[in-house]
């Protein structure tokens, strides 16, 4: 069977991720014309002190779409990739890479995507020349997503007045770079915001935006949320909230021999609404989005072991984020139109540790499914099968009537073993 040039090329656009397969599959002459488009359609380019074995120098790019310029059309992502030193003293190398590559980024005709990226190590500023010719890409209505990464100055005011863009994710340290007046800067009206390890915390105002359909944040970001609600309350329709890599320290069971003692949080003292998480604030949520249609909450388990010296394992201690999960689906009145919890247990190979999680917490949904019309219960430990952890989660909820009636009517509904769309491996 012989497949079109068409149904070639929409096969092997699934493979833009997996480079090493695209570039195996294009040493064939006749697969090569077919293929390129997708080789070229994500592009990071480097700049740094030394050669690294990377997809492109700065040079070396150049020089390719100056013998090739078809190559330009291609590109649909392009990556900024910023390599530093611990110390600056070779700073004016990198400075002097991205001056000369101004040029060749204007030539660019079809951007979707683009990603400046810098390592965290310490601070970067964009040069002059080259925060110009971004500010004239960026205006292309073929763009609409932007991504900063790192540490590095934040030039918000390039995209005040870009219309075409409409998602942006921020992961790092930022610091807002703009020395400029900004009174006449167009307020952001985004379709989504992801917020991923922001060290620094920014607000609305400072980000320029002003309507807001949907926000994704980890627990390190949700500080912002309080700033953000403000401005974007009425039109905010999804919400997903990471505890992934949460900071504050969560409900923590010790195991001691047939019992277990509770470090409980006290939702007095430690509530998603009223802003206090242990040490870390969540920030008060004063505007709650009246018009949320879908909220998603990620939270991990994780059992610790210890070992005796004939290396017998027993559970030592479960660190659970499930009461935060609790407090947040209770906190958010009116609540959302639908609801997805994704609980990723980390069982370290010990499958008997999944008996000792404690899933009362998740009695909440009881309360939730009463106004909550579609609520998905994702769990999984990614070396059980299916059926035991569904039989586990079942028995622990057994005594919780109002969840149970709720699961058999199908309000909520428990996959076992299977993530939440969007789960990304930590």
């Known amino acids: 069977m012989r497949f079109s040039a068409e149904v070639l090329d929409h096969i092997f656009s699934f493979l833009v991720s997996h480079q090493p397969t695209l570039f195996a599959c294009s040493k064939d002459p006749v697969l090569f014309p077919i293929i390129e488009r997708q080789i070229y359609y994500h592009t990071t380019v480097h700049f740094s002190t030394a050669w690294r074995d990377c997809n492109f120098e700065q040079d070396r790019l150049t020089k390719l779409v100056s013998e090739n310029p078809r190559i330009l059309n291609y590109v649909r992502i392009l990556e900024i990739h ?66 900063f990464v790192g540490n590095q100055g934040l030039p918000f005011s390039l995209i005040g007045n870009c219309k075409n863009i409409e998602n942006i994710l921020l992961e790092g340290v930022f610091e807002p770079s703009d020395e400029e007046e900004e009174e006449d800067l ?12 922001i060290s620094h915390s920014l607000d609305a105002e400072q980000l320029h935006i002003k309507k807001l359909k949907s926000l994704k944040c980890s627990e390190s970001s949700v500080e912002m949320l309080s ?7 009425e039109t905010l329709n999804k919400l997903d909230i990471d505890l992934t890599y949460s900071r504050c320290k969560p409900q923590c069971f010790f195991f001691q021999q047939d019992a277990y003692t509770t470090e409980t949080l006290d939702s007095t003292n430690y509530s998603f609404k009223s802003g206090k998480v242990k040490d870390v604030p969540f920030g008060r949520l004063s505007h709650i989005p009246p018009n949320l249609q879908e909220l998603i909450i990620r939270a991990p388990v994780l059992i610790d072991n210890e070992f005796d010296d004939d290396l017998v394992s027993t559970p030592k201690q479960c660190w659970s984020y499930l009461p935060a999960v609790a407090d947040i689906v209770l906190s958010l009145i009116p609540p959302p139109q639908s609801l997805i919890i994704d609980i990723k247990i980390h069982l370290f190979d010990f499958s008997s540790n999944l008996a000792n999680v404690d899933f009362s917490p998740l009695a909440a949904l009881g309360t939730a499914a009463l106004s909550i019309s579609q609520i998905d219960l994702y769990v999984h430990t990614d070396n059980l099968p299916p059926a035991v952890t569904h039989a586990q989660i079942l028995s622990s909820l057994m005594e919780y009537e109002d ?24």
């Not at 101004?102 to 990226?117: G, K, R, V, Y």
């Not at 167009?186 to 390890?197: E, V, W």
């Not at 700033?227 to 309350?233: D, K």
């Open 227 to 233: 700033s953000l609600l403000g401005e974007c309350a």
């Open 186 to 197: 167009t307020p952001l009206q985004l379709k989504s915001l992801t917020l991923s390890d």
């Open 403 to 426: 969840v149970t009636g709720s699961i058999m009517e199908g309000t909520i509904k428990i996959h076992a073993e299977r993530a939440a769309p969007g789960y990304v491996e930590d």
């Open 82 to 147: 910023v390599v530093l030193e611990h110390t600056g003293e070779n700073d004016h190398i990198i400075v002097e890479q991205l001056e000369e590559f101004a040029e060749t980024l204007l030539l660019f005709p079809s951007l979707e995507c683009i990603i400046l990226s810098t390592p965290k190590i310490r601070f970067w500023e964009w040069p002059d020349n080259f925060r110009a010719a971004l500010e004239d890409r960026l205006k292309l209505p073929t763009v609409k997503e932007v991504h």
